[in-house]
């Protein structure tokens, strides 16, 4: 069975400063999704960034990027130039590529609080 | 286009009442999902669908019943509510084909927080 863990339950940041969010997951599958969830106070699941175990180039969405390292099997989020709208907390999440389900299986999260 | 639509997104409930959380897609999307948020605990499936008429369990679905006539609608039922189902809800469709129309992934509702007293 997968598992997804990050062991930062809570994080803080200055505005405009840089932080990184660690996941690391636990899996036998060769072929699967990583993603970044960003849950704000709207309570909202927002898709921050995903990445295809297949692809070696770490995926990057302006702000966003992360450092995939599959052989360690860690997936970490990279915030650049932090904004007080980064505010909430952040789930890991892996899904097995090519499943009968395409379920998600979630970290605990890690609350993000960006001090201005 | 509105995506993923649940209701009612606030519920009070008594012990022993029993409730129908709604959830609705307009994506056409084959898969479906209810997932609950506990603190600390991240989302945890409870109930999952691959289209319509076929259902399975997750991870947590004691309590909890779907049902899936439709391609669009993926109600849960809570025939019995304990406190042990206070929570908030999450319902949600996925599309991971080969497509290129910007429905690739996941669609989330906005969640039913769920209180059982």
């Known amino acids: 069975a997968q598992t997804v863990t990050q062991s930062q339950p809570e994080m803080s940041v200055q505005e405009a400063e840089t932080v990184t969010l660690s996941c690391t997951y636990d899996t036998s599958e060769n072929n699967y999704y990583l993603f970044w969830y960003k849950q704000p106070p709207s309570r909202q699941m927002i898709l921050v960034i995903r990445?295809?175990?297949?692809?070696?180039q770490n995926a990057t969405e302006n702000r966003f990027s992360v450092n995939f390292q599959k052989a360690a099997k860690s997936f970490s989020l990279k915030i650049s130039d932090s904004q007080l709208g980064d505010t909430a907390m952040y789930f890991c999440?892996?899904?097995?590529?090519?499943?009968?389900?395409?379920?998600?299986?979630f970290g605990t999260g890690t609350l993000l609080a960006v001090q201005p | 286009n509105a995506g993923v639509t649940q209701t009612p997104k606030f519920r009070i409930l008594k012990i022993g009442q029993s409730m129908t959380l709604q959830c609705t897609q307009d994506m056409n999307h084959n898969y479906m999902y209810w997932y609950r948020q506990d603190p600390g605990m991240g989302l945890k499936l409870i109930y999952y669908s691959v289209g319509a008429g076929i259902t399975d369990k997750g991870e947590v679905p004691n309590g909890y019943n779907v049902s899936r006539s439709t391609t669009e609608d993926f109600p849960l039922r809570l025939e019995l509510a304990a406190p042990s189902q206070t929570s908030v809800y999450f319902c949600?469709?996925?599309?991971?084909?080969?497509?290129?129309?910007?429905?690739?992934?996941?669609?989330f509702g906005s969640g039913t927080r769920l209180t059982v007293v």
């Open positions: 949600a469709s996925s599309y991971f084909g080969t497509s290129a129309t910007g429905n690739y992934g996941y669609t």
């Open positions: 999440a892996f899904m097995k590529r090519g499943g009968a389900t395409n379920k998600l299986i």
């Open positions: 990445q295809e175990a297949y692809k070696q």
